[in-house]
């Protein structure tokens, strides 16, 4: 079965850093680009990061940038979110995503898969 499974979420103070990890079972990331969203409590799946097959990275908004950045290790068909600086209003669930093409739009119907997710949650 094709399955996306993130790791690496957990309870950190502010000002921690965390490293998602993204890894794909029965699917070779390498022919994928791969999309970092969170969903928090009461609002929306939003897209924050996309990198593409060749390693093209792409933000979808601001929310993070300076703080956070993607990565792939096509070695271990894997891709990263490394994410320094976390605020409590970072709490949230993230989700990697994967589309047979390049980075596409943040619309969730674009993706192929999802991850089941993994939740980080910035508390002191």
């Known amino acids: 079965q094709v399955q996306l499974v993130e790791s690496g979420g957990g309870l950190v103070q502010p000002g921690d850093s965390l490293r998602l990890t993204c890894v794909g079972y029965l699917l070779n990331l390498e022919y994928y680009a791969v999309a970092w969203f969170r969903q928090a409590p009461g609002k929306e799946r939003e897209g924050l990061f996309c990198i593409g097959r060749g390693g093209g990275r792409m933000s979808y908004r601001d929310v993070m940038r300076g703080r956070s950045s993607v990565s792939r290790d096509n070695a271990k068909n894997a891709a990263y979110l490394q994410m320094n600086a976390l605020k409590p209003d970072d709490t949230a669930v993230y989700y990697c995503?994967?589309?047979?093409?390049?980075?596409?739009?943040?619309?969730?119907?674009?993706?192929?898969?999802w991850g089941q997710g993994t939740q980080v949650t910035v508390s002191s």
């Open positions: 995503a994967v589309r047979d093409s390049s980075c596409p739009t943040d619309e969730k119907s674009e993706f192929d898969y």
